[in-house]
């Protein structure tokens, strides 16, 4: 027999979490789905479900200092309409499903989820986000990248829940999300691309790509970006051909219900060169 928990705090949430093997429960969007069941029946869940979205303290939307802290009880919609949102993000969440879906389903469940194909974690990528982990022994941060390290696979330990997602507030004049999906509406991602970037007196002082669905987790290659840093626009452009080699060498995709290995690859290279192409129109501000 399966136990619902409806803790009162976020303390009785931690304790229930340490003492129970129970699911964590936001939206329930993925996890409704995960454990469907047939009609008439309740989902299988395989354990215990611990709800957590009508917890007050998860429910912030905060800017403390150069960093934005996202509860991971927050609607996608809330996310979508909060000012300080980057845009590069709130692209990805208005991405996401359709506005029922993004009514309750939270961030946190999107990238606890780790699906390659999360919406929110390709943009979190690009963002360098961190997750605020938190136990009845203490909080921990850890960066996107250590935190999803295959499909459907975190570092989240069995006593944590994740609290918040951090996104460092950095200047960034080049913000862009690309979905290739079926259709505009409720339609997961054959594949995603998002760049963030901070071009200064035309030259190139940070970008950061990442693409997703393309590879068992979101593919990001800080050696790659590296090499366009201090370069003006037009040398980066001049090395579209070699740096689009790079990812070629990296992107690694499979063939699935949603899509071919060979139709994401050649769609996501494509969608870096247009974009390195036209480097000069997506920053904002020249
Ligand atoms: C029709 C439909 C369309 C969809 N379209 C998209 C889409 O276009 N793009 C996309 O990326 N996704 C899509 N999804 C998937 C889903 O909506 C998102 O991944 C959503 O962000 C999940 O959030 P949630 O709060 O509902 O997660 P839940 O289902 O509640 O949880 C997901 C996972 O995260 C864990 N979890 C949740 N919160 C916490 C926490 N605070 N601490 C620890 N673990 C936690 C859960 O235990 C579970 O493993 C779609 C789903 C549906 C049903």
């Known amino acids: 027999m399966v136990r619902a928990f409806k803790p009162a705090d976020l303390t009785e949430a931690l304790r229930l979490r340490k003492e129970t093997a129970c699911v964590p429960l936001a939206g329930g969007t993925d996890l409704m789905v995960k454990y469907r069941n047939w009609t008439g029946l309740p989902p299988a869940f395989p354990g215990d479900v611990l709800f957590l979205s009508h917890l007050k303290e998860l429910q912030t939307l905060e800017r403390r200092g150069e960093t934005l802290r996202i509860g991971a009880g927050v609607p996608l919609a809330d996310i979508a309409a909060w000012p300080e949102t980057p845009a590069v993000l709130r692209e990805a969440v208005r991405g996401i499903a359709a506005p029922a879906i993004r009514n309750v389903a939270t961030l946190a469940g999107n990238v606890c989820n780790a699906s390659p194909a999360g919406d929110g974690i390709c943009a979190l990528y690009a963002l360098d986000a961190r997750l605020e982990l938190t136990s009845v022994d203490g909080t921990r941060e850890v960066s996107i990248l250590a935190f999803i390290t295959g ?79 201090g ?48 480097l000069k129109e997506k920053v904002k501000g020249i």
């Open 151 to 229: 499909p459907g696979r975190t570092v989240l330990r069995r006593d944590e829940l994740v609290t918040a997602v951090l996104v460092p507030r950095r200047a960034a004049n080049i913000q862009v999300f690309r979905k290739v999906g079926t259709r505009k509406a409720n339609a997961l991602a054959k594949l995603s691309f998002a760049a963030v970037g901070e071009v200064k007196e035309g030259i190139v002082d940070a970008m950061a790509l990442s693409f997703g669905a393309v590879g068992p987790t979101v593919v990001r290659s800080t050696e790659t970006e590296k090499r366009m840093a």
């Open 231 to 278: 370069k003006t626009l037009a040398e980066v452009t001049a090395l579209a051909p070699s740096i689009v080699e790079d990812y070629a060498a990296l992107i690694v995709p499979i063939d699935d219900q949603r899509s071919t290995a060979a139709y994401r690859k050649t769609v996501a290279l494509n969608l870096l060169k247009s974009f390195l192409e036209g």
